[in-house]
């Protein structure tokens, strides 16, 4: 089973500033592409940010953005707007599963 | 609107079963493989395991397989998710969600979720 590390755990930003997480696999992905970020405020369920490592989901700000190939993932905001502020989870899904999720990095101000 | 509906918070005594579920609207629900999550308080996501409504294949997460049972009536849009005997380790919210956004494709992400069923399971 493929584990997935995020870092940070917790990383204080303030509005305007830009963010950048890591997700890290345990083993090369077969396919690199599998790999998605899901964002979650509290009191709700997760919201796709990104699939196929890189495609934005529908209705979501051009502010993300993602990369990454092999076992490094990266997440961006380019400008953090207030309702930024939230958990960031990476996910390996497809191929051989289960579908893995990263224990998360928090976006605090 | 495409949507994936969720029954209501429950409370349990360890030992008890229950059935959650997780209805869809807004799209051929057969399909589409729907996934269930767990959330312990204050954890991350795990993966529990998805179904495929049209015939049932199901595939669980090895840390789940045994633990719970995943089903779904395609007569009535509707998965769930199953314990017979509850512990309290059972407590979290519990998600589903679609696979998506494509027919039959297993090799996607979550991209809708329902609003979370809470479990509590306390003597």
């Known amino acids: 089973e493929i584990v997935l590390t995020q870092s940070p755990g917790t990383v204080s930003l303030s509005p305007g500033e830009r963010a950048t997480f890591s997700c890290r696999a345990s083993?090369?992905?077969?396919?690199?592409?599998?790999l998605a970020w899901y964002q979650q405020k509290p009191g709700q369920a997760p919201r796709l940010l990104i699939s196929g490592a890189s495609n934005r989901a529908t209705g979501i700000p051009d502010r993300f953005s993602a990369s990454g190939s092999g076992t490094d993932f990266t997440l961006t905001i380019s400008r953090l707007e207030p309702e930024d502020f939230a958990v960031y989870f990476c996910?390996?899904?497809?191929?051989?599963?289960?579908?893995?999720f990263g224990q998360g990095t928090k976006v605090e101000i | 609107e495409v949507q994936l509906v969720q029954s209501g918070a429950v409370v349990k005594k360890p030992g008890e079963s229950l059935q959650i579920s997780c209805e869809g609207f807004g799209y051929t629900f057969n399909f589409y493989w729907i996934g269930w999550v767990r959330q312990m308080p204050g954890k991350g996501l795990e993966w529990m395991g998805i179904i495929y409504p049209a015939d049932s294949d199901t595939i669980y997460s090895p840390s789940f397989q045994g633990q719970v049972t995943i089903s779904a009536d395609k007569s009535n849009r509707t998965a769930y998710l199953q314990w017979n005997s509850l512990k309290a380790s059972d407590t979290a919210m519990y998600y589903c969600a679609r696979i998506g956004p494509y027919y039959f494709d297993r090799d996607n992400a979550f991209d809708i979720w329902g609003q979370g069923t809470m479990v509590t399971v306390s003597s």
């Open positions: 083993q090369s992905l077969s396919n690199s592409k599998y």
């Open positions: 996910q390996h899904y497809g191929g051989s599963l289960p579908g893995t």
